[in-house]
């Protein structure tokens, strides 16, 4: 039950706030979103399943303010979905900076390509349909920072994948680690549930790492390789 203030006024227990308000304080106190990256969003809720899977605002910010810190030269993004995290990974790139973004659904690509060919960033990004497990390898490359956000199912093997071609002091970015709090309930024990457990727990675990779990929407993990 809530209690008065001196006031006389109802307040929120200590430690409870309305969701809702605090969400609306935090977009209301960090920079904007651009008009092209709200417009996909709006397109991403109106004309796909699961919009909510994209990043959006606060996460989009905090994507974009890593790499400015980070200076990556080379970022693997695994899971494209409707580009916005890849978008706002692109817009905080250097200018020699450069997005390879794995997507393993083809019929993805039809939305998606678009909104990166007509953005500002267009020529920072290249696209690929496949599973990333395959793609990447393929590529030859050696990335700075990765964002990791496909299978759930998969995240081991990602993980073990992506440190195979991350520079020694590259980052990883694991997206809903928390799995929208459902790694703590005894009775969750679908497929994808326990694949964030696993892997959660193999990071956890991992001596060439060193490694963050942030609160943030559903989880963010940052991860920094610090040896071979």
């Not at 417009?39 to 109106?46: D, P």
């Not at 450069?98 to 659904?105: F, P």
């Not at 694949?195 to 940052?222: M, S, Y």
């Given at each position: 039950?809530n ?14 706030v309305r969701?809702g ?5 935090i ?6 979103e651009?008009?092209y990256?709200?417009r ?5 809720q ?8 994209a990043?959006?605002?606060?996460q ?22 409707s ?21 393993i659904n083809?019929e ?17 990004i290249?696209?690929?349909?496949g ?9 030859g490359?050696?990335f ?5 956000d ?17 520079n020694?002091g ?9 799995w ?5 309930e ?43």
């Amino acid at each position: 039950m809530n209690e008065k203030n001196e006031q006389g006024h109802h307040s929120l227990p200590i430690g409870r706030v309305r969701e809702g308000s605090l969400d609306d304080y935090i977009l209301a106190h960090i920079d904007k979103e651009s008009d092209y990256l709200h417009r996909l969003w709006r397109a991403t809720q109106l004309h796909l399943l699961y919009g909510r899977m994209a990043s959006g605002h606060l996460q989009g910010r905090l994507l974009k303010m890593l790499v400015g810190m980070i200076r990556p030269k080379l970022v693997l993004e695994i899971g494209t979905y409707s580009g916005y995290s890849g978008l706002c990974i692109a817009e905080g790139l250097p200018e020699d900076g450069h997005l390879h973004t794995v997507e393993i659904n083809d019929e993805q690509e039809d939305f998606t390509l678009p909104w990166f060919q007509n953005s500002p960033w267009t020529d920072k990004i290249t696209m690929h349909i496949g599973d990333a497990l395959e793609v990447v390898p393929r590529l030859g490359l050696r990335f700075d920072m990765a964002f990791v956000d496909g299978d759930k199912r998969k995240y081991v093997e990602y993980y073990e994948m992506v440190m195979a071609h991350l520079n020694e002091g590259g980052y990883i970015l694991a997206d809903n680690t928390l799995w929208d709090g459902h790694v703590v309930e005894e009775q969750a024990h679908d497929a994808q549930t326990e694949g964030i457990r696993v892997f959660n727990d193999h990071v956890a675990a991992d001596e060439r790492v060193e490694k963050v779990i942030l609160p943030l929407r559903d989880g963010l993990t940052i991860i920094r390789k610090v040896k071979n």
